[in-house]
């Protein structure tokens, strides 16, 4: 029986009998030693760090035990190999010193390679948010898939990998914050209904400074973007009005708008009174 991922993207019967994920069967294949240091890590690897501390942790255990599990190359040179599955293994045989390490060796192609490596640690759970989010970005483009049917393949809620692609449109630097932890996801999900990414980035820096917790930050937007709705209101509307004023009302806007690209948290209020229009602006004077 083809197995399901193997079915689902394509990969087909040849692939089913040399490898399973998540049982990982290997006993079909032959196991052979393989110099360590001829052996590459996968350029697919969604995971991008890697806890020092179980690495370690495996590594005891296989000094101990052995190798129960071998890991899962492809040859890219005439004595470079690829890993395709169990980078964590070779991580840990590296720290024990080992020459060589057990593997089987398995003829896939550059996708068959990307969606073993991306479907192995979704299936483990073990990536952070922002990996994950980048594994379902790359397994979209490579398989032409739609959201609902990535979903379905997964066996996932469509509004689950909706809600973590989300996260990639964050600036990185709300990005790292949450690959290193700094903040949840839930606090990433609450800093997307910011539409501007100055503000983002201000907030963030209010997150980590002040430790807020999720209540706080979900607050201190809704306060942002009240203040900002307020403003708007605030504005006159020109319809109607002389062309020349019109403009010039327009111009002052965009100005003030410039200023506050340049991270200056201006605060203006326009009052269209009965002889002429009012714009006040106050300017911090600290940045």
Sequence with gaps: MVHPFNRIFGLGEKADSELELGEESYHQDEVIEIPVQSIEPNRYQPRSIFNEEKIKELAQTINTHGMIQPIVVRKIDEDRYEIIAGERRWRAVQSLGWEKVSAIVRDMSDTQT??????????????????????????????????????????????????????????????????????????????????????????????????????????????????????????????????DIRIAMNTIRQSLNMVSDTGIDLESDEQDLDDYYQITIKIPKKK
Excluded: F, W
């Design 114 to 243: 990307a969606s073993v490596a991306l479907i192995e640690n979704l299936q483990r759970e073990e990536l952070t948010v922002i990996e994950e989010a980048v594994a379902y970005a790359k397994l979209l483009e490579m398989h032409s898939l739609t959201q609902e049917a990535l979903a379905q393949r997964l066996g996932k809620n469509q509004s689950t990998i909706a809600n973590k692609l989300r996260l990639l449109k964050l600036p990185e630097a709300v990005q790292q914050a949450l690959l290193n932890k700094h903040i949840t996801e839930r606090h990433a999900r609450a800093l997307i209904k910011l539409d501007e990414e100055e503000k983002q980035l201000k907030l963030l820096q209010e997150i980590m400074e002040h430790d807020l917790n999720v209540k706080q930050t979900e607050e201190r937007i809704a306060n942002l973007n009240q203040s900002k709705e307020k403003q708007k209101k605030k504005r006159p509307k020109l319809k109607g009005i002389n062309k």
